[in-house]
């Protein structure tokens, strides 16, 4: 089976989309699409220099990444919502991923989409069937294009099949769509059980600092609630706080409190340094739209790491049970964590780690692997569905 996959970048952090295309690349060949943007660029230093990196890629042409995934960082204008830019992208996106596919001898691809901004070219590609696999309510992004909304709607009409992260999605893409199917986020079990083995070093930053140890990984972004992060720090200033990640948020709540540590980005390979040195994780998102439709791949993470974990009540961290202590305030954060500490639970634990060892990323492209094949049987036409979103107009684009 080849596939044609519409995700983040491929450097980017090693997020859902990256796990299910690493293992589905074991028996299948994978053509990797760079973002293509679901929000408005502005005249910003940051922005500008995506753009740059963004042409950088492209220059490179097709590449081979590794066994059977290779990677095209298309070129196109990213201004969804023009028309006379709509038509343009269509041509181009197509034209791109179309020379790639014959490059790459492809015949009758799976496209697999994560992202809404693809739906222009999604149908007009020679697929044998269309599958978005949507893992974010992507409108409810804070600096989300106008444009998202009605674009997801558009892709939602050309899918064959819809796979959700979170009952929440679940209930919302079911008005729009006959067959959507809940599949959680898995884990990248044996990686992050790493962090509960005694042998594994604790990360030299996290060597000094005083005990308990909070911490936080990921992405630091507008949905992580830096408010109350500041008011834990504020009400246990002896306590300390470790936040591993990207940050693209205003660190201003956090800024000049002596025990909270920004680290910054680390490799995806050395986490499992930091996490072994963490007493207790924390989850702290704010409640909002995006968050409530979200399910955190962190928090399997923490899970397999065999550590505690104090989060935000969102649905999909309800449904973990007894496994994490829920939290809304400063206040709460600080009795859970008490009460994990008075009764000697912190740090990483192998007895806590083996609850995830049935939440592989393998389990789960195992389960979506079966979907694929009974939507692309062998000699079968492809999907009504998929033909008739291509029309008419989009065989003129194509040619």
């Known amino acids: ?24 690349a074991r028996r299948h060949r994978v053509l990797w699409i760079n973002a293509i943007n679901t929000r408005r660029p502005r005249v910003a230093k940051k922005d500008m220099g995506r753009v ?28 969804h919502g023009r028309p006379a830019w709509q038509a343009l992208n ?35 590609l020679g697929e044998a069937a269309v599958v978005y696999h949507c893992v974010d309510e992507y409108a409810a992004f804070s600096d989300a294009a106008a444009e998202v909304g009605p674009l997801e709607r558009d892709l939602l009409a050309k899918s064959d099949l819809v796979i959700v992260c979170s009952t929440p999605l679940l209930e919302e893409k079911s008005k729009h769509h006959p067959d959507v199917r809940l599949l959680t986020h898995g884990v990248d079990y044996d990686h992050f059980r790493r962090s509960a083995e005694p042998d594994t070093p604790v990360a030299e930053e996290l060597r000094s600092l005083p005990h308990p140890v909070l911490g936080f990984h990921g992405w630091v972004a507008d949905w992580v609630d830096l408010k109350l992060i500041a008011g834990v720090a504020r009400l246990r200033p002896e306590w300390s706080i470790v936040l591993v990640g990207r940050a693209d948020g205003d660190l201003a709540p956090v800024r000049g409190l002596a025990n909270v540590h920004v680290l910054g980005l680390r490799s995806y390979e050395r986490l499992p340094e930091y996490l072994h040195g ?7 998102f704010v409640i909002n739209d995006l968050t409530l439709a979200s399910n955190p791949l962190k928090l399997r993470e923490y899970l397999a790491a065999g550590l505690p974990v104090v989060a935000a009540p969102l649905p999909e961290v309800k449904r973990m049970g007894a496994l994490v202590a829920l939290a809304s305030s400063a206040e709460e954060y600080v009795s859970r964590i008490e009460s994990y500490l008075a009764r000697g639970v912190h740090g990483p634990s192998l007895e806590r780690a083996q609850a995830m060892a049935g939440e592989s990323w ?14 692309t049987p062998a000699g079968a036409a492809a999907p009504a569905k998929a033909n008739a979103a291509r029309g008419a107009r989009d065989k003129v684009e194509i040619g």
């Open 278 to 284: 963490f007493d207790v994780a924390l989850l702290p």
């Open 1 to 24: 089976m080849d596939i044609i996959c519409f995700a983040n970048d491929w450097g980017g952090d090693r997020l859902s989309k990256k796990q299910v295309m690493l293992r589905l």
């Open 52 to 79: 740059l990196e963004k042409l950088r890629d492209f220059t490179r042409g097709l590449r081979q990444v590794q066994d059977n995934i290779w990677v095209l960082a298309p070129i196109y204008v990213p201004f």
């Open 362 to 375: 393998e389990a789960k492209a195992t389960e979506i692997e079966g979907w694929l094949r009974a939507l």
């Open 90 to 124: 269509r041509r181009l996106l197509r034209w791109q991923i179309r020379r790639a596919t014959r490059r790459l001898h492809f015949t009758a691809p799976v496209t697999y989409t994560f992202v809404p901004t693809s739906a222009p070219v999604v149908g007009g």
